[in-house]
């Protein structure tokens, strides 16, 4: 993981601020946005009250899936995994996310950055029209695919704050 800002993120005021102007903005493809739309957002996919209990958000501050390397994956799958806050299977997901593999399965360069949100869309469009086809294996595939954008999409939200979770009355209830 990086130290300090990252991306497009300054801090004023002690708030980050997204900057507007002066960066590559990234753009991604009609149909990765349309598998993104369709997949949606999972909020409790991470339990952030317990990231904030293990104190992890410097681990995952500044943490940006448009821009990661499959290394940087790996290695926060694996701390998540031991955490006890992705399942094994998720993290495996996860790790073994990149596009550039040599003929045996190995990596050629765990260091390239890629988009990870990018990555895990298009992956799952392949699997769904490959479960269309009736490819069982695929089927099965599905809901892990989804649950590692889930997770992306909750530690990019989760970096992005500032490390603690506000309480929430959900869950309670009480009779007056």
Known sequence: MTIGNTGG????????????????????SA???????LVGTNPNALNAARM???????NVKGFDPENVSSKQLGNLSAFLRGRGLISDITS????N????FDRFGVQNDPDAKFNALEYFATQLDTIQNNSIKGDKYA?????EYKTAI??????????????????TDKGVSSKA
């Open 150 to 167: 889930y997770v992306l999409q909750n530690l990019a939200t989760y970096g992005k704050g500032n490390g603690t979770t506000a309480p």
């Open 9 to 28: 993120w300054t801090a004023k005021a002690g708030l980050l601020v997204q900057n507007t102007g002066g960066g590559k903005p990234v753009t991604h």
């Open 31 to 37: 149909r990765v946005k349309q598998m993104l739309a």
């Open 139 to 143: 089927v099965g595939l599905i809901p």
């Open 52 to 58: 904030d209990e293990q104190k992890i958000f410097r």
């Open 92 to 95: 495996m997901t996860l790790m």
């Open 97 to 100: 996310a990149g596009d550039k």
